[in-house]
């Protein structure tokens, strides 16, 4: 009988052949796990959007971090919530804001775990927009200034690694700028260079309490439609200093990590966004799909896709299930 002399199963008869020929491996050295924080005391308050996480205070983030630290994840990614809002953001830069305080806590208690800040202004302004507003509009450069203040902060608070996620043009040079002239030269930046304006960042809005208070934020974040726009924002990100471009959500936006990947060779991030995150967590409440073989799943195919590193709130549970 002429049967073809290759046969694929071959590679796939036992567990160790399958381990053999794996081509993508998770590991715990790729997750970066976001956090929230607060003002406020001994806070560790679920977030109702968000399964399994929580706002914590300054006072608490650092028994969270140790924790983190302990399951062998290298990075956090701080947000913060601040207890004033106004129209510029201004407690974004406050010394004594809740990131810079948390920032102390975090290295204290874990000392070699990276620290990654968020750095936008939605979560700071009165509006929700992540920059200032001028005649209805926003204002991208007199934005761009006030996240350099923002960034050179959290810098001076202990940060390690800077991320700017608010899409305006030019705001990775301004940044890069303000570190270089304050002797923060070794502070790396991880811009969200290709940010979409997508429906998944739903259940952060809540978490966050960022959900801009009128129109939406599609003249600054990237039509979902466009793919060489991606390459060009990463480009420049590069260009103007980023030392890691991300690709923001992860799971509709595979194609744009593959891409990246194999254009630049800078390290390239994904955000496995709240959107995401739910989907997974709801469908498996529902008894709809197991959980853990999903979120395995789901997190493989953004590593197979070419990210080196994968944001996600799923970064514990992960982490846990790849050291049994
Ligand atoms: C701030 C920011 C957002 C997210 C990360 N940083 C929200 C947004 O742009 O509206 C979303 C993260 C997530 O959904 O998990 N600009």
């Known amino acids: 009988m002429a049967f073809p002399k290759i046969r694929m199963r071959r590679l796939r008869r036992t567990p160790a052949m399958r381990r053999l020929v794996r081509q993508t491996t998770l590991s715990i050295d790729d997750l970066v796990y976001p956090l929230f924080v607060r003002p406020g005391e001994g806070l560790k308050v679920p977030i109702k959007s968000m399964t399994d996480c929580f706002h914590f205070s300054p006072d608490t983030i650092g028994a969270e971090a140790a924790e983190v630290a302990s399951l062998g994840i290298p990075a956090v990614l701080l947000f913060g919530l601040p207890d004033k809002k106004d129209q510029i953001g201004s407690q ?18 874990a000392p070699d775990l990276l620290v990654i800040t968020d750095v936008c202004l939605c979560e700071y ?15 991208n450069d007199a934005t761009c200034e006030l996240l350099a203040k923002m960034a050179l902060s959290h810098a001076q608070a202990g940060a390690d690694i800077i991320a700017p996620s608010d899409m305006m043009d ?32 739903g259940p952060f809005r809540d978490a966050a309490e960022s959900t801009p208070s009128f129109g939406d934020r599609k003249g600054y974040q ?9 390459m060009a924002e990463i480009a420049l990100d590069i260009a103007e200093g980023a030392d890691i471009v991300m690709v923001k959500p992860a799971l509709c936006f595979l194609d744009i990590i593959h891409r990246a990947k194999r254009r630049f060779d800078c390290p390239i991030a994904a955000y496995n966004v709240s959107g995401e995150y739910m989907m997974l967590n709801s469908a498996a409440q ?39």
Not at 92 to 109: D, L, Y
Not at 132 to 138: A, F, L, P
Not at 296 to 307: C, F, N, Q, T, Y
């Open 222 to 230: 990237m039509d979902p439609a466009n793919s060489d726009q991606a």
């Open 286 to 324: 529902a008894g709809l799909l197991d959980k853990d073989s999903a979120m395995l799943e789901m997190l493989g195919s953004i590593k197979r896709a070419g990210s080196d590193i994968i944001i996600t709130y799923f970064a514990k549970e992960v982490a846990k299930l790849l050291s049994k």
């Open 170 to 201: 030019g705001r990775v040079k301004y940044i890069r700028q303000a570190l270089e002239e304050n002797d923060f030269q070794d502070i790396a930046i991880m811009s969200y260079a290709a940010k979409y304006a997508s429906a998944f960042y």
């Open 125 to 139: 302004t009165d509006h929700g927009h992540c920059g200032v507003i001028k005649e209805g509009k926003i204002d």
């Open 92 to 109: 974004a830069w406050a010394e004594t804001g809740v990131v810079q305080r948390s920032i102390s806590q975090i290295k204290k208690a």
